[in-house]
């Protein structure tokens, strides 16, 4: 335990909550996380509890204020703590995934960001039966403001070459978690819908063969258009769209209890797929991507296939089984689905302006992430 004199050998870090909130938390979230005890270096630094209030503050900025600048900060300071529980093992990890002082930054981060979310959700069926919920579900993708997005229009009729290479930059980091993702959704679910989600989990295994994971084809697509990974210019250039959607799924993910809502976000993710990038394909072959080497494309081309019967899957096979348990949590599964609605239109309408402001760059110079 630190003592009043050890603490005293460094300086009170530099923190003006009310005039420099943003950057200040991503300041000390980094400085934080740059060492190999969180906790202990913001005691040392005097800062135990400031960065809580510096969340709770930057938050109210990013979902009371809608300070845009703030909400960006705040989904990347969300982004980069997720990131300690996805790591890939190696010597020298630190010990900061548990840090009680990042976790209360945390979790004040997605209480506030929830509460904003499920006053963005809108009207919302209750009491619907197991039976019913995917008409429901569907019924609700349907009718939502993101259905049929013109960014896939606008990349199957009018996109040029490099304007759909910047799509693929852009999705690439939620894309290339999605195993992660449905490994998460595994953990702890009842004997009756393991099947259905490891059909799912198969699938993103390429069934057993290493060169058609979901993982290594995409990677695939990168090579040929010789995109460059380099994570945290990708992150960087992210709005917080991007980031939102990105922390959506993996907050349902890694909090046990949002499985419902978790389940109900992944729904209208298998469901929304195929249609989107059927669109994207014939884009890509408008502009001669993967015309010269047509299995460059089997990452998009696998998901129009496969998600159309993952989708029917997910609903029949996983959310009715567990609704015909819990039949209460039918709402929390249409909150998660229409969360993910939300979050995908946010996403994709910065797409659609990020896609129209871009310039014909040479692809080597754009990022992605690994």
Same mark, same amino acid.
Not at 72 to 86: E, F, M, N, P, Q
Not at 122 to 140: C, F, Y
């Given at each position: 335990?630190?003592?009043? +004199?050890? /603490? ?17 938390? $991503? ?15 913001? +005691? ?12 709770? $503050?930057?938050?109210?900025?990013? %979902?009371? =204020? ?9 989904? $990347?300071?969300?982004? &980069? ?19 009680? =002082? ?16 499920? /006053? ?7 009491? #619907?039966?197991?039976?019913?919920? /995917? ?9 939502? @403001? /993101?259905?049929?997005?013109?960014? %896939? ?24 978690? %999605? ?11 009842? =004997?009756?819908?393991?099947?259905? #989600?490891?059909?799912? %989990? ?42 939102? !959607? ?35 394909? @014939? ?32 609903? &029949? ?10 039949? !209460? =949590? ?13 979050? @995908? ?26």
């Amino acid at each position: 335990m630190l003592t009043h +004199a050890g /603490g005293a050998a460094f300086a009170r870090p530099e923190i003006n909550i009310a005039d420099d909130t943003p950057q200040a938390l $991503r300041r000390l979230v980094n400085d934080a996380l740059s060492n190999d005890n969180a906790d202990t270096f913001l +005691a040392s630094r005097g800062a135990s509890g400031q960065l809580e209030a510096l969340a709770q $503050r930057c938050c109210d900025m990013a %979902f009371a =204020e809608n300070d845009l600048a703030a909400r960006k900060t705040v989904h $990347r300071v969300l982004h &980069d703590l997720y990131g300690l529980h996805l790591s890939r093992p190696h010597p020298g990890l630190t010990d900061n995934q548990y840090s009680i =002082e990042l976790l209360r930054a945390r979790r004040a981060i997605e209480a506030s960001w929830m509460e904003w979310e499920l /006053g963005q959700a809108g009207a919302i069926p209750a009491n #619907v039966e197991p039976e019913a919920i /995917g008409d429901a579900i569907k019924s609700l993708w349907k009718s939502h @403001s /993101g259905y049929n997005h013109a960014v %896939f229009d606008f990349m199957k009729v009018d996109a040029s070459r490099p304007q759909i290479i910047k799509y693929f930059t852009t999705d690439y980091a939620l894309n290339m978690r %999605f195993y992660d993702l449905i490994v998460l959704s595994l953990v702890g679910i009842d =004997e009756d819908v393991r099947m259905e #989600v490891a059909h799912n %989990f198969w699938d993103e295994m390429g069934q057993g063969n290493l060169a058609r994971t979901h993982v290594r084809l995409y990677r695939d697509l990168l090579d040929y258009l010789k995109i460059e990974d380099n994570p945290t210019q990708f992150v960087d250039v992210l709005g917080w769209e991007g980031l939102s !959607g990105y922390n959506l799924l993996l907050y349902f993910a890694f909090t046990r209890r949002e499985y419902f809502r978790s389940i109900g976000a992944l729904a209208i993710t298998e469901l929304s797929d195929p249609d989107q990038y059927a669109k994207l394909l @014939s884009g890509c072959r408008r502009v001669g991507i993967g015309n010269d080497q047509p299995s460059v494309l089997d990452y998009y081309s696998e998901h129009v296939e496969v998600d159309a019967l993952h989708g029917d899957g997910w609903i &029949d096979n996983v959310i009715v089984p567990v609704l015909r348990r819990y039949p !209460g =949590e039918a709402r929390s599964v249409l909150e998660g689905a229409a969360m993910r609605l939300n979050s @995908s239109k946010a996403y994709w309408d910065w797409q659609l302006s990020e896609m129209k402001a871009a310039k014909a760059v040479p692809t080597v110079a754009l990022a992605a992430v690994s």
